[in-house]
């Protein structure tokens, strides 16, 4: 039977992933960090795809990582878990039985660069890595067995000024305060702030204002060409919206839980 027409669109897109890198094999460690981080932008991490990396982990360690309770944390947080990788040889037999994909390794990091994402006890830092469209979040292992679960309280700041390109695959975040990008945004890049987020060129790619939650937070570009629209928690995909400001200079802002799309001309 011949078809037609095309019935569907298969195409290569680059996609934001976080990359969640373990060095420690306690689970309730592990939680209590993730959930430490997930609180500094709860909106930012909701339904937000995630790849766990085990190369860290010694082979004999990574036998008494519980990797069903990991996936039901990380699903319980809102994360979409998409696979393990890295994984020692016992395991890959264990992954089978668990719901989890497995995916291929990346290449071998140099230890200058181990250097840079190993941190310090009970910290969590989410980096960026310029050449890769992945976010990555590393859990330090724990130099003894108190586990820190205060939460000091966020600095204000003045916000922050980028002064040239944010490139596809780099993700920028202006925490507690505005975020000023004076040139453009590439498509697959993605910007956050805490508070507004200011673009004085071609916005591309995903932007998200208020990522705290802020609901008077806005969005402002000399030409809105966004792929993915977010102000607290509220989402847009730029495709699906009637509005005729696409290639427009263009404010965003939220009311009544809607995203409302007006001219800056």
Request: charged share 25%; hydrophobic share 40%; proline share 4%.
């Amino acid at each position: 039977m011949a078809v037609e027409q095309s019935i569907l669109e298969l195409k290569g897109e680059m996609l934001m992933l976080n990359v969640l890198r373990l060095q420690e094999v306690n689970i309730d460690h592990i939680e209590v960090a993730l959930q430490q981080k997930r609180n500094e932008a709860p909106m930012f991490f909701i339904q937000s795809p995630i790849v766990v990396d085990c190369s860290d982990i010694e082979e004999e360690q990574s036998k008494l990582l519980d990797l069903q309770a990991l996936r039901r944390i990380l699903i319980k947080m809102d994360f979409v878990p998409i696979g393990l990788r890295g994984l020692s040889n016992p395991m890959l037999a264990t992954s089978m039985t668990t719901g989890w994909n497995v995916l291929r390794s990346p290449a071998k990091r140099s230890s200058k660069l181990k250097q840079t994402t190993n941190i310090s006890a009970n910290q969590l830092n989410l980096k960026t890595k310029n050449n890769q469209d992945e976010a990555i979040v590393t859990i330090a292992k724990p130099e003894s067995n108190d586990v820190i679960t205060k939460i000091a309280p966020p600095l204000v700041t003045l916000g922050m000024t980028v002064d040239r390109p944010v490139r596809s695959g780099q993700q920028v975040y202006a925490k507690n305060g505005d975020l000023i990008v004076l040139s453009q945004t590439s498509a697959g890049s993605e910007i956050m702030a805490d508070g507004s987020i200011h673009v004085y060129g071609p916005l591309r790619g995903r932007v998200l204002a208020g990522v705290k939650g802020d609901k008077t937070a806005r969005i402002f570009c000399r030409s809105l060409e966004a792929e993915l629209i977010v102000i607290a928690g509220c989402y847009q995909l730029l495709d699906e919206s009637k509005t005729d400001l696409k290639g427009k200079p263009a404010m965003i802002r939220l009311e009544d839980e809607k995203l409302i799309i007006e001219s800056l001309d």
